[in-house]
C-alpha cells in the first residue's frame, strides 16, 4: 500500500495466528478485552475457508461470541480483576491537562496514598464512567477485591467492540453493523469489491 511497514495486523498462517499491534497484544488492554479478541480468531480458525477468506457463517460465529460476552459484560458477570487496564504515567497528577481515566486513576491514588511515579504504571478498573466525581470513576488495582462493585459496562462494551472490528472489519464489517442486525455484504460481494480496489 506504499506506507510503510505494517503496525497492527493479523494473519493466520494454517497452523496458528501471527498478530502484531491489535488489543491482545498492547499492555493497557484488560484481560477480558484480550481473551476476547484471542477467543474471536480462534472462531475463525474452527471453520473451512472460502476463497482464502474465513466463512460467512465463521464471520457471523464471532458476531455472536461478541454478543455473548457483552450479556455476560452487563449482567455482572465479568470480574473486576479481568476489567484491570493499564496507562503508563508520564508526569505528576498536576501537570495533566486532560481529565483523562489516567487522571481520574491518579487522583484517586492521591486520595488512597498509593503514589505512582513518572514511568511507572498505574492498573486500574473503570466502574463508572458517568460519576460527577473523577476519582469515583475507577478502583486501583490495589484495592481489588470488591464486593457490591462491577467494571463499566459502557466502558468495557466499546473497548470490546474495538478489539471485535480488528478481527471483522477485514472483511467488511463497521462498527455499526456489528452492533445492530449483523447484516453484512455477502462474501461474493467482498471479493468483488476485493478485487477492484486490490486490498
Do not use: N
Amino acid at each position: 500500500h506504499g506506507g510503510g511497514s505494517l503496525t497492527k495486523y493479523w494473519g493466520f498462517t494454517g497452523e496458528g495466528y501471527k498478530v502484531r499491534g491489535i488489543e491482545m497484544r498492547q499492555h493497557s488492554t484488560s484481560r477480558w478485552v484480550a481473551e476476547l479478541q484471542q477467543k474471536a480468531l480462534d472462531v475463525l480458525a474452527t471453520f473451512p475457508r472460502e476463497g482464502g477468506v474465513p466463512s460467512y457463517d465463521a464471520q457471523h460465529a464471532v458476531l455472536r461470541l461478541y454478543r455473548s460476552e457483552i450479556r455476560r459484560l452487563q449482567s455482572g458477570d465479568v470480574s473486576l480483576e479481568a476489567a484491570v487496564i493499564a496507562r503508563r504515567v508520564t508526569k505528576e497528577l498536576h501537570q495533566y491537562r486532560s481529565r483523562s481515566l489516567a487522571w481520574s486513576a491518579l487522583l484517586r491514588a492521591q486520595r488512597t496514598e498509593h503514589r505512582v511515579p513518572p514511568g511507572g504504571k498505574i492498573r486500574f478498573v473503570v466502574v463508572d464512567l458517568a460519576h460527577p466525581e473523577h476519582h469515583e470513576r475507577v478502583r486501583l488495582q490495589e484495592e481489588l477485591p470488591l464486593e457490591d462493585v462491577t467494571p463499566c459496562a459502557v466502558h468495557y462494551a466499546v473497548a470490546a467492540e474495538r478489539a471485535v472490528w480488528a478481527v471483522l472489519g477485514p472483511f467488511g464489517w463497521t462498527e455499526s453493523s456489528m452492533r445492530t442486525s449483523g447484516l453484512q455484504r455477502r462474501l461474493s460481494e467482498f471479493a468483488a469489491s476485493s478485487a477492484s480496489t486490490g486490498y
